[in-house]
Structures are given as C-alpha cells and as structure tokens.
T-cell receptor, first 115, second 111 residues
Framework: GNSVTQMEGPVTLSEEAFLTINCTYTATGYPSLFWYVQYPGEGLQLLLK?????DKGSNKGFEATYRKETTSFHLEKGSVQVSDSAVYFC??????????????FGTGTLLAVQP | NAGVTQTPKFRILKIGQSMTLQCTQDMNHNYMYWYRQDPGMGLKLIYYSVGAGITDKGEVPNGYNVSRSTTEDFPLRLELAAPSQTSVYFCASSPQFGELFFGEGSRLTVL
C-alpha cells in the first residue's frame, strides 16, 4: 500500500543553518504531496504542497520539489530561525474512488533550532 | 476565525468508560476526518466522512464510532475505553481535494 518514510529526528540546528528533512514515498498512481508543520501545543498546519511531478511547493522560505524519478519530496530551508522549531510531517494524498482526500502521514521529524 | 473546534482538550478516562470527542467546523467543508497521533507513529486515520449521513472506516477504526448528522459536526465516540486508546486525537476538515484544516487536538488518557 501507499506509505511515506521521513528521516527520524530530532534534528538540532543552530540559527541560520541550512535545513534538509528527507521524505520518500511509495504510491500507486499520481498522489499529491504535502508538508505539514505542528508547533508545540497546536494542530497541524499546511506548510506547502505539490500536486504533480517536478512541481515545487514553497512557503515561508521552505521549499520542496516533487521528484517522481526518486519518489522524494525533501523539505529545505536556507536559513532556519528559532521560530521554525516544530514537528514536520510529510504526507501524500490517497484518493479512494476519487471521492476522498485522505492523507497518509510520515512519522514526523522534530526540528529544534538553537539561538 | 473559529475553523475546526475540538472539545475537550484534555480528558482522563478509566478503563471501560465511554466518551464522545466533539468536533465542529464552520467552513462548510463536506469532508471531515478523525486522526490519532501516537509518539513516533505519525497520524493514523480512524474514520472519515464525505458529507452529512456518510461515514467510512479509515486505517484504525476498531473501538470507535462516528456519526455525521450535519455538515458542521463530526463526533467521535469511544466505547469501552482501553489503555491502547491513550493518544492525541485530531479532527480535520477539507473541501474536496483541498487542504486539510486541523483542530488543536484532544489529549486522552485511559487508566
């Protein structure tokens, strides 16, 4: 079945460091891919998404490119801030009979940014 | 800007008790979902609904029930609570093939 694998955390970085969080997926068909972020004590929020191969999603300085050839959707940011400390979830959409928008999530990666 | 509202935020149950987690959304979304989040396990889909009167099982439905009598509300019922149901529960809603909007979560402990 469909699945998402993302790098285990925690990832600890100093402020202004470069961030990469790896995400690979297994899916039939052509899923959409997402990164969600969960700040402490809050629900998940959509960070960015890509709906087809070679699309690049971007938001708040974060980027991820939908790579069908490597089945990957790695999250990157050039210079992290303390306020980026959160748990990041990679996810893919799974359509069931074309009538739903169910998401399959990875296990999440905790990012801790130190000043 | 209410979005998706879940209640209660915290609850402690004894084994065998029952309770209902409430979820309501004010965005007129047809699609609603219940996920549970366990440490190191990501989120698992419990039940989902594509509209009022229509519900279906997700990946981990055992021990839970749902109903969807209105577009706004999607309560999750736990019957005969067990320690394995200790988790953080998230309700979400979405338009068709659109972004999921999540509530802030309900932390449930079963002792």
């Amino acid at each position: 079945g469909n699945s998402v694998t993302q790098m285990e955390g925690p990832v600890t970085l100093s402020e202004e460091a470069f961030l990469t969080i790896n995400c690979t997926y297994t899916a039939t068909g052509y899923p959409s891919l997402f990164w969600y972020v969960q700040y402490p004590g809050e629900g998940l929020q959509l960070l960015l998404k890509a709906t087809k191969a070679d699309d690049k999603g971007s938001n708040k300085g974060f980027e991820a490119t939908y790579r069908k050839e490597t089945t990957s959707f790695h999250l990157e940011k050039g210079s992290v801030q303390v306020s980026d400390s959160a748990v990041y979830f990679c996810a893919l959409s799974e359509s069931y009979g074309g009538a739903t928008n169910k998401l399959i999530f990875g296990t999440g990666t905790l990012l801790a940014v130190q000043p | 800007n209410a979005g998706v509202t879940q209640t209660p935020k915290f609850r402690i149950l004894k084994i065998g008790q029952s309770m209902t987690l409430q979820c309501t959304q004010d965005m007129n979304h047809n699609y609603m979902y219940w996920y549970r989040q366990d440490p190191g396990m990501g989120l698992k889909l419990i039940y989902y609904s594509v509209g009022a009167g229509i519900t279906d099982k997700g990946e981990v439905p055992n021990g839970y029930n749902v109903s969807r009598s209105t577009t706004e509300d999607f309560p999750l019922r736990l019957e005969l609570a067990a320690p394995s149901q200790t988790s953080v529960y998230f309700c979400a809603s979405s338009p068709q093939f659109g972004e999921l909007f999540f509530g802030e979560g309900s932390r449930l402990t079963v002792l």
